[in-house]
């Protein structure tokens, strides 16, 4: 083992992990164990899929643990034997003490966002949806309140117009991957010093998404249409519900553009022909560029447009 190098035990299951761990790997640290989730049921066929995180440690013949229960106490007595320095936690679940405490140097963990701002389980998604111009990552020892530790170290990126949840995830995730090296690097030559989160009154948040939370209001102004549809792309996707006929569909929208002006339309009215789709808000007039119909593909709103026989058979 190298000078200054770390064992380290990586907690991770999605593609934002898995370049975490590839970015460890990599390093002159040393990963002795990986804990993901157990493989899910997905698909028409509801096979069993592997995470990301699992897919990697495979391919790199590393040592692989997919607990159930994380209390488990031959999970946990797997884990002592690993002998790790740290924890390093990326997009996975909630951690007990029992677990976060074993390493010596403790337990941290990578979180989208820069802290105290946006706790919880979609930091990128709210970004976003609030029209936040900057973002980041923040590395933090984890404790028993969530995302509520001292913090490590911090990264900054912008959050460009044309970004969206998708686009800025990615920003975060390779950010990310170099801030848990970088933060390895402090703990193995004691360079860091952990500061409490900033006190802040009103921190911004970032609650889990269920699908009541997807529905577009078109009651609200252009700007944070435009801006929900953007936090919510490409996943889990915004939608507004069409009747078409005696049917009532949604219609999941990924991309659009939006005019300020005055009409005395109702927010939510929509015009739909061969050359337009545009749907009224409180200010002005919201224009999707790329849609998908429940049953359907998703395609480019030309397409969409396109595909429609009949446009009498669309009502608000």
Avoid: C
């Amino acid at each position: 083992m190298q000078k200054n190098s770390l064992n380290v035990v990586f907690f991770g299951t999605p593609d934002f992990a898995k370049a975490s761990l590839e970015a460890i790997f990599n390093s002159n640290h040393k990963v002795v164990g990986v804990v993901t989730a157990p493989d899910k049921a997905s698909g028409r066929g509801m096979k069993l899929t592997p995470s990301p995180v699992k897919v990697f440690a495979e391919d790199h013949h590393l040592n692989l643990l997919q607990p159930e229960k994380l209390r488990n106490p031959e999970f946990l007595d797997a884990v002592q034997q690993l002998n790790a320095d740290v924890f390093v936690v990326v997009a996975f679940r909630m951690m007990p003490q029992v677990l976060f405490s074993l390493p010596r140097l403790g337990t941290f963990n990578l979180h989208g966002s820069l802290l105290p701002d946006y706790r919880g389980a979609a930091p990128i998604n709210y970004a976003v949806i609030n029209g936040e111009t900057k973002s980041g990552v923040t590395t933090f020892f984890i404790n028993e309140k969530i995302d509520e530790g001292h913090i490590l170290l911090q990264a900054e990126t912008n959050i460009l117009p044309e970004d969206n949840a998708g686009t800025l995830h990615d920003k975060l995730m390779e950010i990310g991957a170099n801030l848990v090296v970088e933060t390895l690097n402090g703990l193995s030559e004691n360079t860091i010093k952990e500061k409490p989160q900033p006190e802040k009154e009103n921190p911004q948040t970032a609650y889990k998404i269920f699908k009541d939370d997807l529905k577009i209001d078109w009651n609200q102004s252009s700007e944070k249409i435009h801006n929900f549809v953007r936090g919510m792309s490409p996943y889990p996707t915004a939608f507004t519900i069409l009747k078409i006929g005696d049917e009532e569909k949604s219609l999941k929208i990924f991309k659009g553009h939006f005019e300020l002006e005055s009409h005395s339309r109702e927010a939510g009215d929509f015009e739909i022909s061969k050359n337009e789709f545009k749907f009224y808000t409180k200010d002005g007039i919201y224009y999707p560029e790329d849609v998908q119909i429940q049953g359907k593909k998703r395609m480019p709103i030309k397409d969409f447009l396109n595909g429609i026989q009949n446009f009498e058979d669309y009502k608000k």
